[in-house]
T-cell receptor, first 111, second 113 residues
Framework: KNEVEQSPQNLTAQEGEFITINCSYS?????LHWLQQHPGGGIVSLFM???GKKKHGRLIATINIQEKHSSLHITASHPRDSAVYIC?????????????FGEGTQLTVNP | SAVISQKPSRDICQRGTSLTIQCQVD?????MFWYRQQPGQSLTLIAT?????????ESGFVIDKFPISRPNLTFSTLTVSNMSPEDSSIYLC??????????FGQGTRLTVV
C-alpha cells in the first residue's frame, strides 16, 4: 500500500462542473501539498496545508488531520484546468525536506 | 520563495549517449532534489544533492548512471549516462529552502531513441 493514495486516477468533466479529487495518507505529516503538473512536465504548487482549509480563486483545499485525508475542489471548472493534480506529503518520520507523492489524478475538462 | 530555471525543457537523444540537465535557483537553497517521472507514473526520488558533499542516492539509483553535481547553493546538474530507451522520462529538480513550501523546475522531457 502506498503511503499516499489519490482518487480518482482519471477524471473527465464538462466545463462548469464542480470537481473533487481526494488524497489519503498513512503516515504522520507536517504538511500536505497539492501540485499541478501541465503536459510539459513542470510542476506548480497550488496549496500547502497543515490544517483546515485554504481557498485560491476557484480552488479550495481541505485537510482532516485526524482522518488523514485531504480534498482538492475546483468550482466552475474550465478547460484550462486540464492537468495532472498530485498530492504530496512531508512526513514527520523522515526529514522535513522530503516529499512523498501520490500517483496523480489526470483531469480533463471538456468545453 | 525560490524560482527554478531548468533546462533543457526537452531533448531527443541517441541510445548510449549522455545528457546533462541543469537547474538554476534564483536564491540560495538548503537542499536540491532530482526526480524521475516515468510515463503515467508519479515522481520517484533519484537523489538529494548536497552542496559540498556527494549526493545521496535512493535505492535503485547509482552515481555511475546518474552523476550529480552541486557546486554551490544555487545550482545543480543531473547527468543521465549511457542512455537507453528505458530512461525516457520526465526529469524534475526541486529545491528546499528549509520551510514547508515546495519549488520545482519546469521539467525535462527526455526521449531516448
Amino acid at each position: 500500500k502506498n503511503e499516499v493514495e489519490q482518487s480518482p486516477q482519471n477524471l473527465t468533466a464538462q466545463e462548469g462542473e464542480f470537481i473533487t479529487i481526494n488524497c489519503s495518507y498513512s503516515v504522520g505529516i507536517s504538511a500536505l501539498h497539492w501540485l499541478q503538473q501541465h503536459p510539459g512536465g513542470g510542476i506548480v504548487s497550488l496549496f500547502m496545508l497543515s490544517s483546515g482549509k485554504k481557498k485560491h480563486g476557484r480552488l479550495i483545499a481541505t485537510i482532516n488531520i485526524q482522518e488523514k485525508h485531504s480534498s482538492l475542489h475546483i468550482t466552475a471548472s474550465h478547460p484550462r484546468d486540464s492537468a495532472v493534480y498530485i498530492c504530496a506529503v512531508r512526513s514527520v518520520e523522515t526529514s522535513g525536506s522530503r516529499l512523498t507523492f501520490g500517483e496523480g489524478t489526470q483531469l480533463t475538462v471538456n468545453p | 520563495s525560490a524560482v527554478i530555471s531548468q533546462k533543457p525543457s526537452r531533448d531527443i537523444c541517441q541510445r548510449g549517449t549522455s545528457l546533462t540537465i541543469q537547474c538554476q535557483v534564483d536564491s540560495q537553497v538548503t537542499m536540491m532534489f532530482w526526480y524521475r517521472q516515468q510515463p503515467g507514473q508519479s515522481l520517484t526520488l533519484i537523489a538529494t544533492a548536497n552542496q559540498g558533499s556527494e549526493a545521496t542516492y535512493e535505492s535503485g539509483f547509482v552515481i555511475d548512471k546518474f552523476p550529480i553535481s552541486r557546486p554551490n547553493l544555487t545550482f545543480s546538474t543531473l547527468t543521465v549516462s549511457n542512455m537507453s530507451p528505458e530512461d525516457s522520462s520526465i526529469y524534475l529538480c526541486s529545491a528546499w529552502t528549509g520551510g514547508w513550501e515546495a519549488f520545482f523546475g519546469q521539467g525535462t522531457r527526455l526521449t531516448v531513441v
